[in-house]
């Protein structure tokens, strides 16, 4: 009886697995990570188009609500309009949440594609190494570079890329309408604190990138000390050196913790200076405060939208 050979499933969407990732190194990270995805660009500009068309219904969606409320409300007719209004929100609705799904879906299918792909690549570079390569090459630092480095790069391809995109066209997005449709003023105002927040962020992230490697490089270490010990467990209880191995081993994990909470402190710093910018910011940008923004929103809402109404830009509707 013969067997008939079959196709692993899901290979269709496996593309360019003959690509050289060697040729994707670069200096510039932003490059390289360009050239890594070759294979998957058209995917990912599909990701990054259908979040464009995703924020231009949820800016929709604000506009129509201040429709509603500055005009449909005024009128005498409200039953006659109102399902109207109501048909436009869950037809901006269902594009929102549609493209919104089309972008998770082509940006995840890159950053699977590419991981398939890299995991592939390191696997057949590890093993084509000499012996005195892995001789010398601690294997938790290896583990961590084809483990935890390769998920951060999926992740960013997945998550981090795309959200990058959409928060970028979200307050460009909703800055041209404020700007042209709703009030110059507040619009200019909301782009006075862009700059700050900006070399904000880069001075955080230049300062976090070298601490995140010390946490990357500390946690290989700790890899290192557990695999040698799971390696060599017999020989440990052989000669009695528990309390020693033990003692390696905690001083290595405290060394990470140390570390590792050098970095969260960074972050918890980072995060409250840019929701105190975020204030200044959504004031101008005038759109409600919905779960992910909370407070910070509210606060910029009352705060700066609201003296507009005192100094005369804003008649409220008759």
Request: charged share 20%; hydrophobic share 45%; aromatic share 10%.
């Amino acid at each position: 009886m013969s067997v008939v050979p079959t196709t692993p499933p899901l290979t269709h969407l496996l593309k360019r697995s003959d690509y050289d990732l060697q040729d994707a190194a670069h200096p510039n990270r932003l490059l390289g990570i360009w050239r890594m995805i070759t294979g998957y660009r058209a995917d990912y500009i599909w990701a990054v188009g259908s979040q464009v068309v995703a924020v231009s219904a949820k800016t929709g969606t604000m506009v129509l609500l201040s429709f509603l409320i500055d005009d449909v409300l005024a009128r005498g007719d409200v039953l006659s309009v109102i399902p109207l209004v109501a048909l436009g929100f869950v037809l901006l609705a269902a594009i929102e949440g549609g493209f919104t799904f089309l972008s998770g879906r082509y940006a995840s299918s890159t950053a699977e594609g590419v991981a398939y792909r890299l995991r592939n690549y390191l696997y057949d570079h590890v093993q084509r190494q000499p012996f005195s390569y892995h001789d010398k090459q601690p294997t938790g630092d290896l583990m961590q570079r084809v483990t935890s480095d390769v998920d951060m790069i999926r992740r960013f391809l997945s998550e981090m890329g795309t959200q990058i995109g959409r928060i970028v066209l979200l307050f460009v997005v909703n800055w041209l309408v404020i700007l042209f449709t709703i009030d110059a003023g507040l619009g200019w105002y909301s782009a006075v604190v862009v700059p700050i927040v900006f070399a904000l962020s880069w001075f955080f992230f230049s300062r976090v990138e070298k601490r995140f490697e010390e946490v990357q490089a500390q946690e290989a270490i700790v890899s290192t000390r557990l695999q040698e010990n799971l390696t060599g467990v017999r020989v440990v209880k052989a000669f009695a050196r528990q309390p020693y191995e033990m003692q390696r081993f905690d001083q290595e994990n405290r060394k990470h913790f140390h570390k590792n909470n050098r970095l969260l402190m960074m972050h918890s710093l980072f995060w409250p200076l840019t929701d105190l910018h975020r204030v200044c910011r959504h004031g101008g940008l005038h759109h409600p405060p919905d779960a992910q923004h909370g407070a910070a929103d509210r606060a910029g809402v009352a705060g700066a939208g609201g003296l507009r109404p005192r100094d005369g830009h804003h008649q409220a509707p008759a």
